[in-house]
């Protein structure tokens, strides 16, 4: 219990106290675990945030992002160049907020090998964790993205020599990691204009896919992870899956609201899984907003629906934000679940006057 005087509690002290709401609980669980070997553990950051860590204790880190979605009704429309309102028509702006607290301290990051972002929406590429990398990574880590990517990072401040351009094609060795960039479906990233000061004609057919967008495909001694990010689902995932040994699949997974075709729906999981051939997948991204929350229970049960006619070889997992997952340990099991705690019950003696209080 806190020893403040409610004269000394100001919304500055409440904020420094309570934020972010699980302090530096996941840095030391991530900086604390040895991978065995034979084994890689991924946490879920929220959204599409990823961590991975391997068996050579080599940490890599995706699309970690710490800002928020709406705070106030107080905002002006979309413009007519926003995304959303070049989908619909509509300009009333989109009452996303965020769902999820932050579940790790970007400034408290001090051991990892890599830096990597998929696209420029900014619920991927985030100024604050660009910011706490440069100031808490004790190694000149890269900063790895697609064009546009790395120009937002410029912008920002970050030293053009720490950033890597790459495009599909293009593989990228980390310590024992390789890592092969392969195309995105993101369709929504074409709709969106990547430099608010140059916008080319809504009419104009982008060309420059590459340079908006990528996936990645993370081999490592054990197992690979792709990575699709944002992806829509796309038929070519089907020759991804003859590229690539794919153990586990990551995807972006919601509940799109109605005349929106942003997320993958649960029968888009199952076909991406099933196209990459997939031992797991993992639906992500549909944690975080409100008004688009999806419900992996869905995708469970289309699964078990389809699972026998179809043959599935792969098993969906049901994750929660600031979890982990241990590739092979956890192949087959489907849902996650938080220490539970207590582990240490009647090591000592209790202290109560009967047993029947318990």
Known sequence: MSDKKVQDITEQTWKDEVFPEWGTWLNEEIDRSTIPQGKFRLWWLVNMGLWLKTDHQTNIVMDLWCGTGKQTHDKPDMSPRHQWSRLTGGRTIQPNLRAQPMVIDPFKIHYLDAYLCTHFHHDHIDENVAAALLKGVKEPIPFIGPQYVVDQWIAWGVPAERCKVVKPGDSIQIKDVEID???SFDRSALISDPNKN?????DEFPDDMDKRAVNYV???DTGTVYDAADSHYSAYFAKHGQDFDVDVAICAYGDNPVG??????SIDVLRTAE???AK???PMHWDVWTNMLGDPEEIEMLWRYR????????YPFSWLPGGHFTYPDDREKMKYYHQRGFEDRYTHPIELPYKSFL
């Open 181 to 183: 960039v392969t195309d």
């Open 198 to 202: 140059v916008q080319p004609p809504m």
């Open 280 to 282: 797991v997948v993992i």
């Open 260 to 265: 929106i075709q942003d997320k993958m729906t």
């Open 307 to 314: 699972r026998e006619r179809f043959g599935y070889k792969f």
């Open 275 to 277: 196209d990459l051939n």
């Open 218 to 220: 993370m081999k490592t």
